[in-house]
Each structure stands twice: as C-alpha cells, then as structure tokens.
C-alpha cells in the first residue's frame, strides 16, 4: 500500500509516523509549504518546521517532499477569510484550508498517487455498509473533527487518522520515549497560516481602521469607540476597551460600523436557542430523511463540548434548535452536525441568523 503522510513539524504528525513505521510501513512525507515566507510582515517561515519534519525523515530513513502551496492557500483560504470578515462575518480558515488544501489541491498535485494520506489530526474513520465515515476521537478535548467537516466523501475514504484511538498525554508520551525531535515542541494555536502573527494585524493590512461606535443594546446608550467591526466576533469578551464589565458582543450594524453589547457575566443577550445553516454539505451522506426532525448534537466553534439539539432539513436549509443556551452564535462560523451519539461527524454548513 502507498501512503503519503502529511507532516508539520509538530508532535502530532510526527507520532502519526512514528505508529506507521511501527507497523513496517514506509510513507513518503510531504510538508505542505502555506505561509507566505516571501513577505515578513504577513506571515511567519517554515524554517523550523521543516528542520523538525527533516529531522523525522531522517530518522526513519523516509523521504521528505516540500510541496508549494502559498499562491493556492492565499487564493482560496486567505481571499475567503478576509471577504467574510468584510462582511461582518466570522470565518473558519482552517476547516477551509482543510478541504481545499491538505485534502485539496495537495491530492492534486501528489496525493493522487497514493492510496492513502494520512494526518495527525485527531480523528477517526470508520465503515458502514460499505461507506466510510467521519468519527470522532477517544480525546474529546482535541478532537478535530468540526475541522474537518467541509471535506467530501472522495477526501475522507481515503484518510487515515492514526492518532484517533490516542489521548493527547499518551501521544507525548510515545514522542517522548520514542525521543521525536518534535516531543517537546508545544502544540500550535490560532490560525494555520498566521503564525506567531496578530489576527488583528493582519486584518488590518487589508481593510484598514474606521472608528465606530460601541452601544449598550437594552439601552441603547453610545458607550465607546472601536476601530471597525471588522476586528469583533459574536460572542467575543476581551479586546473592547471598556470598564466596568463583562461585555459581549451580541451583534454588528455593518451598514454604520456599529457594534452592540451587553453588559454582565451572564447576560441573556450573549445565549441563542436556534439558527440556520446554510450551504449544508454532507460528507459521506444523509443519514436521515428530509423534513423529519432529527436528535443531534453539534458544535459551533472548537470545543470538547458536543451540545444537544433537533435537526430539521426544510427546502435545502437546516435548522438546529436546541433546549440548552447556546453562547456566541457567530454567523460565518460553520455549525457542525453529528449523530445522537456525538460519534459520527455528517457534516457541516454556516451559520446565518
């Protein structure tokens, strides 16, 4: 079997290759090159990740392949993150890097060779009646499944997923006795093609500052500024410069650059019980029968929290509802659906109000 694994130079993939090796396989390693390396102030080099991720090659006398996508991942992800914040949106970059990138223009270019690829996501697959599906992991405070519900079925029958049946501590476990270059790097967050790079930075460079006005929303009071309604998220708490909180921010006028907040640690404005999503994409297919009401749970952002709600399918648009408060709706965010039992990933679609 030829298998391709996509490595990162973080602890994750490298133990994902670490466990094939294990079990006598010898896959080519391809390090997706995302970043765009050529402008300093934008993004952050690949040099240290490709040190570690040579350094996990050589190791297993594997070979390491450098593949080039800056000018697609800036095509596609970058140019769809900054249009729906224009928009007064709150996007997803790596749930589209996903699908259109790892999983996308790199099976074009190398993937298509080999019968499977395999990550270091935290995930499983698993088949029924002859169809694969997208499964959870035994981790559920790093499963990353919500990441990878945009892709299709194509994509998912042929990823593997070696870490799924592992909790983080025993994959730095095995790292470590295993004595990886990467065991001791700390796990990457934020955005994937960021870096060490300030969101808001970065956002500016494109769309620039125009002052706002913050509004109390039960009373309708003016009580600040913001620079553009472009650098708040439904939900957010932190970065509003004002005293005397918590505030959130529960909406936007995108129209005027207003943006709406309520006031205190539990504040029912912040909380929802049901939205739509749009655009819905099953991976594999739908479980269900259109316009019956289906038991569900789901998320709307990376947690390790699957909440309960009902799923109903009417003329192409899916409505969830749920009897528990959901805090921060975000429209733009992807709602991501699975079954009842929080183990099967069926897909995703975003969120409108």
């Known amino acids: 079997m030829n298998i391709a694994a996509l490595i990162s130079g973080g602890v994750d993939s490298a133990v994902a290759v670490h466990l094939l090796c294990e079990q006598g396989y010898k896959p080519d390693l391809f390090y997706i090159k995302i970043g765009m390396d050529t402008d300093n102030e934008l993004s952050c080099t690949a040099e240290e990740d490709i040190e570690l991720a040579s350094a996990t090659a050589h190791r297993y006398g594997l070979k390491l392949n450098i593949i080039d996508l800056q000018k697609e991942y800036w095509d596609n992800v970058v140019a769809y993150t900054i249009e729906k914040v224009r928009k007064g949106l709150t996007p997803n970059p790596d749930v589209m890097c996903n699908k259109l990138i790892k999983f996308g223009c790199f099976e074009q270019k190398a993937g298509y060779a080999y019968d499977k690829i395999v990550t270091g996501h935290y995930a499983s697959t ?16 790093k499963d990353q499944t919500d990441f990878l519900a945009q892709i299709d079925y194509l994509q998912v029958s042929k990823l593997w997923f070696p870490l799924g049946s592992y909790m983080k501590q025993q994959i730095r476990e095995i790292a470590t006795q ?39 929303l039960e009373t309708g009071k003016e009580i600040g500024t913001h620079r553009g309604f472009w650098f708040h998220t439904i939900g957010q708490r932190k970065g509003l410069g004002l005293g005397g909180g918590p505030w959130f921010v529960v909406d936007k006028d995108t129209e005027n650059n ?68 959901v805090q921060g709706i975000a429209p733009g965010q992807f709602g991501v659906i699975y079954d009842s039992d929080a183990h099967l990933c069926i897909g995703s679609g975003e969120i409108r109000k």
């Open 178 to 216: 295993a004595k990886l270059p990467s065991a001791q790097r700390k796990d990457s967050q934020g955005i994937c093609f960021l870096g060490k790079i300030n969101y808001n930075d970065f956002i500016r460079r494109f769309l620039g500052e125009k002052t706002g006005t913050i509004v109390e």
């Open 126 to 141: 698993c088949l029924i009646d002859g169809k694969t599906w997208l499964a959870t992991a035994k981790d559920p405070i």
């Open 258 to 325: 207003i943006l709406y907040v309520s006031h205190g640690a539990d504040t029912e404005q912040q909380y929802g019980h049901k939205f739509r999503l749009v655009d819905f994409h099953f991976i594999t297919d739908n479980p269900w029968t259109t316009g019956t009401e289906q038991e569900i749970r789901f998320k709307i952002r990376h947690t390790d929290t699957f909440q309960k709600g009902n799923l109903v399918f009417d003329n192409g648009t899916c409505y969830i509802e749920s009897k528990d408060s």
